[in-house]
């Protein structure tokens, strides 16, 4: 594996994990990608020589290679060449169980394939050799045309299966009339793990990243309060657009609901806490929930002994950036050291921004 930068290893290594890839070995890459090849020609020897010692069958190379780039790669390696996109695809494609899931994940890769496609085109009327890569140019012409046909069946299909969605929850809604609670946040920040210890589900969790595709729902009860909570597809800094259009439709189910819970991992450094925090708000602002009650779950006390000094900073963060923001509460949902508390306050929010809505209906 290629990696830029130090704040991506620990994200890299572990969207390799839960893609089902042993990283043998690990080559820092420059600040500045090489124009021709990404990595720059001294360490595409050195990853030549390492493919060949370690008889690794893929390389990843965790940046934004140009296709280009990648069919450089991929003629001097002659092995699988994937970047963070398809690599993050390479996730959904594995957790994806549901036929929305399978079709918004197929969509998003025959988009990378398109683009990958005519990046071949363009390559061989150029006369670079790419003939490992197999069919020629008029072949790849016509993969073209079928990758559109085929994404534009699928669009439809997803289009109807939104449409159905929606209909079927505004119906749920209505005849629960119970308010409901997203929880969302970074990759491993434990959204799935706080799920699990507020309803007693046993719903994968753990270490690999991307383990919710679909929301999961959970109906939960709290000294005789009722809410629904969400748990939903983890972000992560700098989103490719392929995966934000493609699985918007499980990025919307934070925008149905009445409040939002921000899981932020306490246990890793200030600044990282900070970047992620920012990040995630980000990510919240894009997909139209930056007028939501939001309250921040600080995950992990239980690791970190600095956790009220974090709790503290992004407080004053989110304070200056949400005008929503209804407070921090630290937990642990290891332990389930104030997970109680937690539920209990965002019912409360959740209810209140439930009835608010209902009156302005009349």
């Not at 390479?90 to 994940?105: C, D, N, P, R, V």
């Not at 045309?145 to 159905?164: F, G, P, S, V, Y």
């Not at 209505?174 to 409901?180: D, G, N, R, T, V």
């Amino acid at each position: 594996m290629a990696c830029p930068k130090r704040p991506d290893f620990q994200e890299a290594l572990g969207l390799c994990e839960t893609a089902g890839l042993e990283v043998v070995e690990v080559v820092p890459m420059c600040r500045r990608p090489h124009p021709a090849t990404y990595v720059g020609p001294g360490r595409l020897e050195r990853i030549k020589e390492l493919v060949e010692e370690k008889g690794a069958e893929v390389v990843v190379v965790y940046g934004n290679p140009k296709p280009s780039q990648i069919y450089r790669i991929m003629r001097d390696l002659k092995v699988e060449v994937i970047d963070r996109t398809s690599l993050i695809l390479k996730i959904f494609e594995l957790h994806a169980g549901s036929e929305e899931a399978k079709l918004q994940t197929e969509l998003a890769r025959l988009k990378y394939e398109l683009t990958m496609a005519r990046e071949y085109i363009r390559t061989v009327k150029k006369g670079e050799q790419v003939f490992f890569l197999g069919p020629g140019e008029y072949a790849v012409d016509y993969v073209i045309k079928a990758i559109h046909r085929r994404m534009k069946k699928i669009e439809d299909k997803l289009e109807r299966i939104r449409k159905m969605r929606e209909q079927q929850k505004s119906r749920r809604l209505q005849k629960l009339k119970i308010p409901e609670i997203a929880i969302a946040g970074y990759t491993c920040a434990g959204k799935t793990a706080l799920l699990n210890s507020l309803s007693k589900l046993r719903l994968k969790e753990g270490a690999e990243m991307f383990t919710t595709v679909l929301p999961k729902h959970a109906r939960v009860w709290v000294d005789g309060e009722e809410g629904i909570f969400v748990d939903t597809v983890g972000f992560i800094e700098s989103v490719p657009p392929q995966i934000v259009e493609a699985f918007h439709a499980t990025l919307s189910e934070i925008a149905y609901s009445d409040a939002v819970i921000l899981v932020i991992d306490s246990s890793e450094s200030k600044k990282r806490v900070i970047d992620k925090t920012l990040s995630s708000l980000e990510t919240l602002a894009n997909i139209g929930v930056i007028a939501k009650p939001l309250i921040v779950a600080l995950n992990k006390v239980d690791l970190a002994q600095d956790w009220q000094d974090k709790a503290k900073e992004i407080s004053e963060v989110i304070g200056g950036y949400y005008d929503r923001f209804e407070g921090l509460v630290p937990i642990s949902a290891k332990t389930g050291y104030n997970v109680k508390v937690l539920a209990k306050k965002a019912i409360q929010v959740a209810k209140r921004e439930r009835l608010s809505l209902e009156e302005v209906e009349g």
